[in-house]
């Protein structure tokens, strides 16, 4: 019966579902049996085409996280204490809105819902979200990138984002120098932990939800304290500059639609001709970053960063479909790295330009 429906019908169900449409345009093109090579969902490519081996490496990936759920919610199975944690939970759940999974009737629904649950579980009535900002940030962001995409008739999932994120203003406000560090009360600040709350901040904006420009202002300031004349981010000052806080800081102003910043081309300089280097750890999450940088900075830098980048990923994958990383656990290191590939296909908010 569903067959004879007509496209536009379909639509207007899914919309009145109030999922998102570039989650669902696939399966509208399939039931009726329409050419794609032409057709254009919300932020993604005109011509979508994702190579073969990304999408291999990314469905398996997809079922390597999904056999790490764990009862309630978490990706905790891999029996790593990130894991266990909602800030994981939420890079996860990011990596299946990513691909495009439908929160209400795909493969994937209960993950994506179980996860999102877990992260509303883990508020507390002061809106922070686990024990550290890294945890409340991660967390934040994939609440905002799941509001619109999926069913919230509640209105549990905009009231816990709310609250989130005046949890960041609140705590920014106390804070000396204007930005984060490793709990709200903290008076310290570094360019990690910033930037991770930035962009929440900036999603959640992007979801529709009220966030003062002097709080993004003053992160902004703060960011650019530690950023150096050759266009690197340093920790906490502008020395020991290195290329995963760079693409921090680059995304932050990319996201905030800040590119006219006079330093921007510099930065972008620097993430071209800075390599990692083999001291550096946390590779995933260093990619994680790098791609969304690039991506935003300098699609042609970052379509040849892509191809390196696939080839790593998918060298560096496990048989069983997932990813290895001594000190995030194979949950995290599973969702960055897919997150780092991500853009490829283009689904989530953040990634629009």
Known sequence: ????????????????????????????????????????????????IVPADVEIAYTKGLKFLAAQQAANGSFSKDGNGYSTQPGITGICVLAFLAHGEDAEYGPYADNIKKGINFILMQQADNGYIGSSMYNHGFATLALAEAYGMVNDDNGKLAGSLKKSVALL??????????????????????TTVAGCQIVALLAARNAGIPVPDKNIDKALEYMASCRATRGGYGYTTKTGT?????????????????????????????????????????????????????????EEEWKKWNEKNTKVMTASQLGDGGWSDNRLGRSGATGFALLSMALNYRFLPIYEK
């Open 1 to 48: 019966m569903i067959s004879s429906i007509t496209s536009a019908v379909k639509v207007t169900i899914l919309r009145t579902l109030n999922i998102r449409l570039s989650l669902v345009l696939p399966i509208v093109l399939l039931l009726t049996h329409t050419d794609i090579s032409n057709a254009q969902a919300p932020g993604r490519r005109k011509v979508d």
């Open 169 to 190: 203003t609140s705590s920014q406000d106390k804070n000396p120098k204007g930005a984060w560090r490793y709990n709200p009360d903290d008076v310290r600040a570094d």
């Open 242 to 298: 290195k290329s995963t806080l760079t693409a921090i800081g680059s995304l932050c102003l990319s996201l905030a639609k800040n590119k006219d910043d006079p330093s921007f081309d510099t930065i972008t300089n620097y993430l071209i001709t800075t390599p990692a280097g083999s001291s550096h750890h946390y590779i995933y999450y260093h990619e994680y970053y790098m791609a969304q940088a690039l991506f935003h900075a300098d």
